[in-house]
């Protein structure tokens, strides 16, 4: 165990150097800048924009097509540059950080309160509601994966403690696992910043929703199948088989985890964690690779598995906060007003655990991620055309689109909600009921 942690401290001390020398955590290429534009001149085809940390003004070209409406003038904006039409020439401009009114933090307030309750009921950190809602009001979507990884970890450490003291996180397990999810982080941000450069916020605002299709569209689909069986009493809780296999390859080194009551090969934790890390930095959810490899790969129970995933996430969490904060994609009062939220969401989400059965809490799960996958794909067309990979689209179906990506997302948090809160409601009822019952019954025996 000392060896391990020796492992890992070592890891967190060498990370940040290579970090820097590899561009990782060092901040977006030269060809993508954070900054301010402060003029334009429409007739020259110009701006004049002020990168963060100089003194000196750049004076950069507006592309073919571009009109000096499109820059937003003393805005902080990330600008991509097109080094393929030459030096110094837009490729695309998108506002980094949203304008705050009442509506919006209301909005991010409820959105928060919401991915809370998810979070609480069914054991998952609520990103796949948390994200695209917040694109939905405008954020860049790497701006929402960076703010929404942010505002993770802490709420990650509160319950990776409480799942300790009631022995079910594996620490051991978690440490083995967060050790590949860091590199998977950093791997996953390369990846974000390479679209950034190449593609601009357009690209990564596809990137983001078209993993977001795929990985709800699955896992939603299969959680939702086995609901089913669960709701139909053909469900049993075992190690599967594939874990049971994998066991028994004896590929040194091997290792013993006593909470998980495991002992497998290390190199089977590697893919789980590598992706784990990676799904986290690319779309701030991490859980929903975790949580099943560690079930279906590693052999651990559903109980352990959510417990430990904690530990990952407070880990890795915090890695990649450091890495997004360090390139300038981090929006604090995001973070500040989804977390706020949210911490009182988890609370009320976890009540409600206690008075509803399993398979409704996978019913709840399952049907918020196909809504709100149906939201993501909506808006993914419109994320073709903005990166050249289609044609434009005609203003009735953009238009169309538009409200079903919105009106989705509305069902999705209203679904949510609603039947997490009636059937926490029902549940309460129902107890107090048979309290109610019992206590009549222990009065009469002592009469009688």
Known sequence: MKRLLFLILGIFLIMPVHSAMAGGGAGPSKDMMKGEFTMVDASAGTATFIKNGAQEPMILNLPEGMTA???????KVMVTLDSHAGEGVIKDVSVMFLDMNVKRVAA??????IGGLLSGFIGSGGAFVLTPAMMSLGVPGAIAVAS???HKFPKAMVGAYKRY???QADIKLGLVMAVTAII????GIMIQKYILKHWGNAGSNLYVSTVFVFILVVVGGYVLYDAYKLAKGTGEAKTPKLAQALMKINLPPMMEFKVAKVRISAWVTIPVGLLTGMLAATIAVGGFIGVPGMIYVVGASAVVAS???LIIAFIMGAWGSIQWGLAGLIDIRLTLLILAGSLIGVQLGALGTTYVKDHMIKIVMAAVMLIVAVSRGAKV???LADVGLRGQLEPQLASLLESVSYWSLIVALASAGLIITTAMVKGMMEARAEERVSRLQEEGVSHG
């Not at 998977?184 to 791997?187: D, P, R």
Request: hydrophobic share 40%; charged share 15%.
């Open 69 to 75: 409406d499109a820059i937003n003038l003393d805005k």
């Open 184 to 187: 998977g982080v950093q791997i």
């Open 381 to 383: 067309p419109g994320y």
């Open 148 to 150: 929404n990884m942010c």
């Open 165 to 167: 003291k009631y022995g």
């Open 108 to 113: 991010l307030l409820l959105i928060g309160l």
């Open 307 to 309: 417990a430990t995933e």
